[in-house]
């Protein structure tokens, strides 16, 4: 399949418009239609409906296969060609909002960085496509266990430190005071769906191995103080690693979790062999090869 047919096919689908796709990727309506005829006589079958323009069985199921195969390609172009070039001066982080900890923070150089904010999920994808030098993502695992990434691209991942995990709780709750808290024991509470700034909910069903854990709320930003807020505010609890939860004079207490026993794990993610600035931030975070 050729790729530049299967990025046309893409756009259209995500769009459910010939026109608005050929705006997007500057080709005439008459050229993205061209590209569809041609992909779905290369596949042996319609891909989308035209009334409305929505993708068949077979198209869903290939556009399954779409991302992952185009993310693989940009990923081989950034790599071929950070390689061809000379070590950037600068360093460019992709990060998960949690996973700037007071420890990579005061790793960071102290000029020419651009530091990105992302959810969570997005920093893998902002590295393998060289959007980014570096990405640092985090969640919750078992001590001294490696994350769970996705398969977006071929990256190398490092330990760069882990920490206690809090349940973030109203100060006036009725559980405010504990010296610690069982997940168990709140599968049932009130949760903050908060997956680009919290730790997500099905890290926690997946350490309590069960279901549970049923979000009041969904957050889709990635500030950690604005989740802090919703939580003081009584929206619903929200697991945070004990440096992001710690903060005084926001409402809130942060009771340490007792049981399961995990951790917030932070892990560097690259591309290749580290160079110039991210070669010098790795070493000063001391981060070591999972």
């Known amino acids: 399949m050729d790729p530049h047919l299967l990025r046309t096919y893409v756009a259209v689908a995500r769009l459910a418009s010939f026109s608005a796709a050929a705006r997007e990727l500057g080709y005439t309506q008459s050229a993205v239609s061209q590209h569809i005829a041609a992909l779905e006589q290369d596949l042996g ?25 185009l ?4 990923a081989a172009r950034a790599e071929v060609t950070a390689l061809a070039g000379a070590p950037d001066e600068g360093l460019t982080l992709a990060a998960a909002p949690t996973a700037l900890t007071p420890r990579t923070l005061r790793a960071l ?6 530091l990105r904010v992302l ?27 490696p994350l769970r990434l996705a398969d977006v691209a071929p990256l190398t991942t490092r330990g760069a430190g882990q920490e206690p995990v809090c349940v973030l709780l109203p100060a006036g709750h009725p559980l405010a005071r504990r010296t610690g808290l069982r997940l168990g024991d709140l599968a049932d509470a009130r949760w903050l769906d908060a997956p680009g700034a919290g730790l997500p909910l099905h890290q926690l069903r997946a350490a309590h191995g069960t279901g549970g854990f049923r979000p009041a709320l969904r957050y889709e930003g990635t500030d950690v103080r604005t989740l802090t807020g919703l939580a003081a505010a009584g929206h619903g609890l929200v697991l945070l690693p004990e440096s992001a939860a710690a903060a005084p004079g926001t409402g809130t207490v942060a009771v340490p979790l007792t049981e399961p026993r995990v951790v917030h794990r932070t892990e560097v993610v690259h591309t290749g062999e580290l160079r110039g600035a991210a070669a010098a931030f790795a070493v000063r975070l001391d981060v070591t090869r999972s």
């Open 45 to 69: 079958t319609p891909l989308l409906g035209r009334r409305p323009v929505a993708p068949t069985r077979a198209g869903e199921r290939l556009l399954e296969h779409a991302g992952p195969l």
């Open 71 to 74: 993310l693989r390609l940009d």
């Open 109 to 114: 150089p102290p000029t020419g960085v651009t």
């Open 119 to 145: 959810p969570r999920a997005d920093v893998p994808e902002a590295v393998a496509t060289g959007a980014a030098h570096l990405g640092l993502v985090d969640g919750l695992a078992a001590p001294n266990d």
